[in-house]
């Protein structure tokens, strides 16, 4: 979505809205209209900047995205 590159669906990460927020779904289960993402802060940013998540889910108006950063923050220093 932020890089626009493809990939395996096994290298992305898989995220949802809930509740006006924009949540990683790393397991594939959680239900709603899921949007994919690379799990780098580069490629996140690209798609905060350009304002994708709120196309993807087509939802109006700006998505809260800090668990989504916290998370690919946790997994990249690991």
Sequence with gaps: MGCRERAAKG??????????????????TLPG??????PTLVCLDLAVRRRAFPR???????????RLRQYVEQTEQQ
């Design 56 to 66: 993807a889910f087509k939802v109006p108006g700006p998505l809260d995205t800090a």
């Design 33 to 38: 209209r899921g949007a994919s993402v690379h």
């Design 11 to 28: 290298e992305l990460l898989r995220t949802v809205v809930i509740e006006g927020v924009c949540v990683p779904d790393p397991r594939g």
